[in-house]
């Protein structure tokens, strides 16, 4: 990143910078976060203008430790007790009612918010360091790819953004899975990080729609296209045996006894572990989209474990239709 020297920048400048009121893109184990003072609406503004999001789309709170909730939310159930003892620090967001605090430009107008701790330590010695609640979307132009190294971020907002804290590559690769807790119990919200089994396993049976995918999401922000590529891209259950282009590539889990046809070829894991596909996932993407191939073919991942939060970006970045942004 010798062209990004000067974004690059120390745990206590990240602090001083979010403290200030400016953005800064921040590693988590999931994907980068473009973050600032979720107290300041002015500061939270400037997220959406920089990834030209739109309103409606609410952000997440990222606290470092379980002694901030109450400066986030009114109330934290025994359920969500027993998550956060489970899988925070982690890829699982909780949105629960929010206080008065949290300006209604990080939750889109809702009364509840989206709060999460990340398994990482810069940002978390960054957020004890600036002493406000960060919020922070994937640190990408709204509806394209989400990154999961420094470079990413850099190529796609380094113009935007004050600072970028570089933590190196992702470890989990996907966004987390949110869940919403109310009276109707726990609703999966979006599949991501953290299985739904092992959620499952731990609180018994989630609430969840039959797809996440569709034209009127049931979370705001959930839009049908969505972490997506400029190149074209179309799902298959198996990689095809002829195909009529020479610029094609594919993204695969480990199959990839066809792959001869192709300009370009990712395979995930090649032991067709969900867990190593999932943290190489979004780069595997960047670099077939910046390969200038005519279409990327991908294969489904299976429907189990991170699967289904693979599957999940997969259509959304399949989907072209009326959502299609820049
Ligand atoms: O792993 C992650 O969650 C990453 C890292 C940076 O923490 N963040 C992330 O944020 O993926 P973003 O903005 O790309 O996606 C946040 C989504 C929103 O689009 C929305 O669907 C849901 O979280 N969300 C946030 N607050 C919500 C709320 N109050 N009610 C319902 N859904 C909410
Ligand atoms: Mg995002």
């Known amino acids: 990143m010798s062209e990004s020297t000067n974004f690059i920048v120390t745990i206590e400048r990240a602090a001083e910078i979010l403290r200030q009121g400016g953005l800064v893109a921040l590693p988590t184990e999931t994907v980068y976060g473009l973050g600032a003072n979720a107290l300041d609406p002015i500061a939270v503004a400037r997220i959406f203008a920089a990834k030209e999001r739109p309103f409606f789309d609410p952000l997440i709170v990222h606290v470092p430790d379980i002694d901030w909730m ?19 620090p982690g890829p699982l967001t909780l949105v629960l009612p929010k206080v008065t605090a949290i300006p209604d430009l990080v939750t889109s107008g809702l009364p509840n918010v989206g709060v999460r701790i990340p398994d990482h330590d810069l940002t978390r010695q960054v957020l004890r360091l600036a002493n406000v609640p960060v919020a922070a979307p994937s640190a990408n132009p709204f509806g394209r790819l989400s990154p999961t190294t420094a470079e990413h971020v ?22 987390s899975t949110i869940l919403q807790i109310n009276e109707d119990g726990v609703t999966l919200l979006r599949p991501g990080g953290i299985a739904l089994e092992e959620i499952e396993a731990l609180i018994g049976n989630v609430n969840h729609p039959v797809s996440t995918v569709s034209e009127s999401p049931i979370a705001p ?14 799902i298959v259950n198996e990689i095809p045996s ?8 594919l993204l695969a889990l480990c199959h990839v006894g066809l792959s001869h046809q192709f300009a370009q070829v990712e395979v995930l894991s090649p032991t067709g572990d969900l867990v190593t596909a999932a943290a190489n996932f979004f780069q595997a993407l960047h670099r077939l989209d910046a390969a200038g191939l005519d279409e990327i073919i991908a294969v489904r991942f299976p429907e189990t474990g991170l699967g289904k939060a693979l599957n999940d970006r997969l259509q959304r970045a399949e989907h072209r239709g009326v959502h299609r942004h820049s």
Do not use: K, N
């Not at 907002?157 to 989990?172: F, K, M, N, S, T």
């Not at 922000?221 to 179309?234: I, V």
């Not at 002829?242 to 590539?249: F, H, I, M, N």
């Open 70 to 88: 109450p400066r986030i939310v009114s109330e934290f159930p025994p359920v969500a007790v027993q998550l956060a003892e489970r899988f925070w």
């Open 154 to 175: 850099h190529r796609q907002l380094g113009h935007r953004v004050d600072a970028i804290l570089d933590g190196g590559p992702c470890r989990v690769g996907i966004e």
């Open 221 to 234: 922000g959930m839009l049908a296209s969505h972490y997506a590529p400029r190149t074209p891209l179309t």
């Open 242 to 249: 002829t195909v009529d282009s020479t610029r094609l590539g």
